[in-house]
T-cell receptor
Framework: DVKVTQSSRYLVKRTGEKVFLECVQD?????MFWYRQDPGLGLRLIYF???????EKGDIPEGYSVSREKKERFSLILESASTNQTSMYLC????????????FGPGTRLTVL | AQKVTQAQTEISVVEKEDVTLDCVYE???????LFWYKQPPSGELVFLIR??????QNEISGRYSWNFQKSTSSFNFTITASQVVDSAVYFC????????????FGPGTRLSVLP
């Protein structure tokens, strides 16, 4: 079974802090994704990566950056957290073409005070 | 641009009732894929089905069935004889075949199945 894990289920940070969200997958998938989920808006893609050290902006990359130094790990970075970044963050991975089925982690609920 | 609409924000049914979740999509691409995911209270999205744009056959998997109609750009999901364990948020998603990532989720429908 594919397993996607995220470093924290719940996280509380203060405005202006630098925040790291970590995601690890164990199935050697090429593609990894970061989404944020907000009520009524569904999932919105922040960034994705189709290979190590490669990254592409999604629909809402502003205020975020990512890092993929190893194939199994994809990090989302909030350089200076703001209250409007309070949200549920979901990581996913998929193999091969980017339109293939995605496997999701349990999510990290981030609260920025 | 691609778009997915799930007009039903929340649905409540009583156990054993049938329920249909609507999904309408927009795309100018002729090759695309449609998905349904389930997000139970635990939070982790679970893949349910993927269909490509060239396969309009309806699909049945146990109590679940999907109706894909290109003429109306719809990909509806029906749960027959619903159970309390079906309570979740259901997302419809669209992916097109082109360079770069293009995977769009709908806003989701929260289904509550009452005992």
């Amino acid at each position: 079974d594919v397993k996607v894990t995220q470093s924290s289920r719940y996280l509380v940070k203060r405005t202006g802090e630098k925040v790291f969200l970590e995601c690890v997958q164990d199935m050697d998938h090429e593609n990894m994704f970061w989404y944020r989920q907000d009520p009524g808006l569904g999932l919105r893609l922040i960034y994705f990566s189709y290979d190590v050290k490669m990254k592409e902006k999604g629909d809402i990359p502003e205020g975020y950056s990512v890092s993929r130094e190893k194939k199994e790990r994809f990090s989302l970075i909030l350089e200076s957290a703001s209250t409007n970044q309070t949200s549920m963050y979901l990581c996913a991975s998929s193999e091969g073409d980017t339109y293939n089925e995605q496997f999701f982690g349990p999510g990290t609920r981030l609260t920025v005070l | 641009a691609q778009k997915v609409t799930q007009a039903q924000t929340e649905i409540s049914v009583v156990e054993k009732e049938d329920v249909t979740l609507d999904c309408v999509y927009e795309t100018r691409d002729t090759t695309y894929y449609l998905f349904w995911y389930k997000q139970p209270p635990s939070g982790e999205l679970v893949f349910l089905i993927r269909r490509n744009s060239f396969d309009e056959q309806n699909e049945i998997s146990g109590r679940y069935s999907w109706n894909f109609q290109k003429s109306t750009s719809s990909f509806n999901f029906t749960i027959t004889a619903s159970q309390v364990v079906d309570s979740a948020v259901y997302f419809c998603a669209l992916s097109v075949l082109r360079d770069g990532q293009n995977f769009v989720f709908g806003p989701g429908t929260r289904l509550s199945v009452l005992p």
